[in-house]
């Protein structure tokens, strides 16, 4: 039985998307909705934010020998900068990533500590943007409310909210999931307008 310190990882920015992606097996038929988890299932870990991610990139691949590791991570603006600053690090401890971000996202070898790793950029491994961009995009087309959150959202700024364009996006989701049957919500909760029905 492996321990947890022989358990392949995935390495995410923080607690969104850490249950929007086990949603997403969960839909997918990967059993993350059994407690504890099943051993041979890597372990999601929520490593705080875009920085810390980064800055263990290669602590991470150095001490996955014979296991996998993944990190999934906002694209953000641009994703050129950001591929970049992940690539740089892999390529630090070994790894020959390549110069773009692959469309289907990167799969590699450590030869040197014989474990695969693997990136993920939001929305799509090939756009600037975040996992809101994602979730945005599993938002049915006739929700109604999405438009209406993004009107709003535009007003708030004019009424004096703080938040910076950079930002909008989140606003906008986190606005729409304000409105849902459980207001306020992570983002991994199902939505009587389909949200998660839009992941077959």
Request: with cysteine; charged share 20%.
């Amino acid at each position: 039985m492996p321990t947890a310190l022989d358990r392949s990882r995935l390495h995410v920015e923080g607690s969104d998307d850490k249950h929007t992606v086990i949603q997403l097996l969960i839909r997918h038929g990967v059993p993350y909705d059994q407690e504890p988890w099943p051993e041979e299932l890597p372990v999601i870990e929520n490593i705080g934010g875009v920085d810390a991610l980064l800055a263990g990139v290669e602590t991470a691949v150095m001490t996955s020998t014979g296991r996998a590791i993944g990190f999934v991570a906002d694209a953000n603006f641009p994703l050129r900068s950001r591929w970049q600053a992940v690539r740089d690090r892999l390529r630090r401890v070994g790894v020959d990533a390549p110069d773009s971000p692959p469309i289907c996202g990167y799969v590699g070898t450590s030869a040197r500590y014989r474990s695969r790793i693997g990136v993920w950029l939001m929305p799509d491994n090939q756009q600037d943007g975040s996992l809101e961009s994602f979730i945005q995009t599993l938002v049915g087309e006739t929700d109604p409310l999405i438009a209406h959150a993004s009107a709003a959202t535009d007003t708030a700024l004019t009424l004096g909210a703080t938040f910076g364009l950079p930002s909008r996006l989140k606003a906008v989701t986190h606005t729409w999931l304000a409105w849902q049957e459980e207001p306020g919500a992570p983002m991994e909760r199902p939505s009587r307008h389909g949200t998660w029905a839009m992941i077959a």
